[in-house]
């Protein structure tokens, strides 16, 4: 497994996104400890349900979309490390989602912060 994981070392776009997407959810994070006090008791999280009690998380649920992403980073790592040798368009666009995805998550939480206190 090792060996996978030197060979995107060596792409620097690769590893470049992986290192951006790692900072994105550190910043999440510190993000959300920062403002965690000030947040009111229910949030609306999941804002694809409708209007009413579904939407609503309790306040340590502002962590379940970071989490999600930190899983997503650690899966798509290792299937972009898997895939590097023998597609490494494949890996190069496992990096790229990740950060996106990141990057989105970032702008939510910003967002129903902001909204909110």
Excluded: H
């Excluded at 995107?8 to 776009?13: F, N, T, W, Y």
């Excluded at 994105?24 to 349900?49: A, E, S």
């Excluded at 972009?80 to 790229?96: C, D, M, Q, T, W």
């Amino acid at each position: 497994m090792k060996k996978y994981f030197k060979k995107l070392i060596e792409d620097k776009l690769v590893s470049r996104l992986y290192i951006i997407t790692f900072l994105l959810l550190g910043l999440t994070f510190v993000i959300i400890l920062i403002n965690y006090t000030k947040l009111p008791p229910l949030l609306p999280i999941f804002n694809q349900f409708p209007w009413g009690k579904e939407r609503l998380a309790a306040t340590p649920g502002v962590f379940i979309p970071p989490l999600i992403v930190l899983f997503y980073f650690f899966l798509n790592l290792v299937l972009s490390a898997l895939s590097y040798e023998k597609y490494p368009i494949l890996g190069r666009i496992f990096a790229v989602t990740t950060t996106l995805i990141s990057l989105l998550t970032l702008l939510f939480v910003i967002r129903t912060i902001t909204l909110i206190t």
